[in-house]
T-cell receptor, first 110, second 116 residues
């Protein structure tokens, strides 16, 4: 059974700092891994999708890496801004279903 | 491209009534649609998977007679919460596959259901 764990559950950092969010999964047989952002009371915003054959994806200040063999992914946010405050969800896609982690609540301090 | 919409975005209903939520893929044909539920400060939990023209597959613990799913076309799936109770109050999100070659799931904006 696939389990997805995100650490830390919550994180507060001063504006301008770089930070890393972690995601681990128990079954390496995945189709892809996706990082989402969710603002309070809102839906999901897809940030980055990494295919199982890829090792990383970049979009602006965001970089996501994938190590299937160790069952880990990281989301790196450079030069954090108050607008980055949100919950970040890691989701593992096994083609038949997506399993979500519980998320990391990120608060960027102005 | 690859946009998924949900209607309504929020709904308030009395206990005992039924509520229907629509999920539409606006610019692609969705071979498979998924329904998730999210309670406050919790992650998304898959409720069921539906394929056009066939019965939905429900996750363990989800009552199929209470959460009726119909996937009548390649662009529309509906979730009906029957005889809703306050404990059914939640954020319901749908997703759809088929929008690109990566077989990615595209998510709708969600529907907030409040049962009084």
């Amino acid at each position: 059974k696939q389990e997805v764990t995100q650490i830390p559950a919550a994180l507060s950092v001063p504006e301008g700092e770089n930070l890393v969010l972690n995601c681990s999964f128990t079954d390496s047989a995945i189709y892809n891994l996706q990082w989402f952002r969710q603002d309070p009371g809102k839906g999901l915003t897809s940030l980055l999708l990494i295919q199982s054959s890829q090792r990383e994806q970049t979009s602006g200040r965001l970089n996501a890496s994938l190590d299937k063999s160790s069952g880990r992914s990281t989301l790196y946010i450079a030069a954090s801004q108050p607008g980055d405050s949100a919950t970040y969800l890691c989701a593992v896609d096994r083609d038949d279903k997506i399993i979500f982690g519980k998320g990391t609540r990120l608060h960027i301090l102005p | 491209g690859a946009v998924v919409s949900q209607h309504p975005s929020w709904v308030i209903c009395k206990s005992g009534t039924s509520v229907k939520i629509e999920c539409r893929s606006l610019d692609f044909q969705a071979t498979t649609m998924f329904w998730y539920r999210q309670f406050p400060k919790q992650s998304l939990m898959l409720m069921a998977t539906s394929n056009e023209g066939s019965k939905a597959t429900y996750e363990q613990g989800v009552e199929k007679d209470k959460f009726l799913i119909n996937h009548a076309s390649l662009t529309l799936s509906t979730l009906t919460v029957t005889s809703a109770h306050p404990e059914d109050s939640s954020f319901y999100i749908c997703s759809a596959r088929g929008g690109n070659s990566y077989n990615e799931q595209f998510f709708g904006p969600g529907t907030r259901l409040t049962v009084l």
